[in-house]
């Protein structure tokens, strides 16, 4: 009885805390449409090309054991999971000698995947190097990454349907470059940026949260058994 009690309490948190993720989601969508809206601002429209480096991931051969199994993150799509905001590791790794093979990104470059599954998204935690899929943006000094980011990700069908003249869905180098998004002053960015980024680390605390609470209830559950 006392199992099934417990059960009950962590169901009912966990109920509360995906209410809380719906919500959050919900808060952020509006104020991403709100926020980023040029409409009435005198923001001029700008191409990716001119916001920053544009740069399309490579892979060192698989068939050279030397190149793997070290220490260097090498991210493909599969890594950016419906819910990664900020990507700080990958199960793939490369060793000193495949990295020396790749593009090289730095921390809080946005990664974009561009061939197949077009469209998902994350921010470099750490310098990384990506697969063919990902193009990134390394922004310069004028302009600030999550702003990007940000415009991207509200203007996310635009990039899919973009994609969509081929069998497989994929949108080069150049075309991506070309796609152009309203840019206001670093400082409007910024402002913007932090906004929505603090609704994001809210959900990331509460996917955490959720995970937690599933463990425990797992945990709870194999007890019962025993």
């Known amino acids: 009885k006392q199992i099934v009690e417990r059960l009950d309490k962590i169901a009912e948190a966990q109920k509360l805390n ?3 993720i719906q919500k959050s989601d ?4 509006s104020l991403l449409h709100k926020e980023l809206n040029p409409a009435g601002k005198d923001w ?3 191409k990716l090309s001119e916001v920053g ?6 892979t060192p051969s698989t068939k050279n054991s030397e190149y793997w199994s070290g220490e260097f993150l090498w991210a493909t799509p599969t890594d950016i999971k419906e819910n990664t905001f900020v990507l700080t590791d990958t ?4 060793s000193r000698e495949g990295y020396a093979r790749t593009r090289p990104v730095p921390k809080n470059a946005i990664l974009v995947t561009c061939i197949a599954s077009i469209g998902k998204m994350a921010i470099a935690g750490k310098e990384m190097a ?4 990902i193009n990134s943006i390394v ?3 004028n302009n600030d990454p999550l702003f990007i980011f940000f415009s991207i990700q509200k203007d996310k069908k635009k990039l899919i ?3 969509k003249t081929t069998a497989v869905p994929i949108i080069n180098k150049s075309e991506f470059g070309r796609i152009k998004i309203p840019l206001p002053q670093l400082k409007t960015q910024k402002q913007i940026a932090a906004k929505l980024s603090s609704v994001q680390d809210y959900k990331t605390q509460l996917l955490a949260q959720k995970s937690k609470f599933k463990e425990l209830f797992d945990s709870v559950l194999a007890k019962s058994f025993k």
């Open 53 to 58: 480096e544009i740069v399309t991931g490579t």
């Open 161 to 163: 349907n973009l994609g």
């Open 44 to 46: 001029p429209m700008k």
């Open 91 to 94: 199960p793939k790794k490369l």
């Open 130 to 133: 990506t697969n063919q899929q």
């Open 18 to 20: 995906d209410d809380l």
């Open 139 to 141: 922004c310069n000094k």
């Open 26 to 29: 919900e808060l952020f969508q």
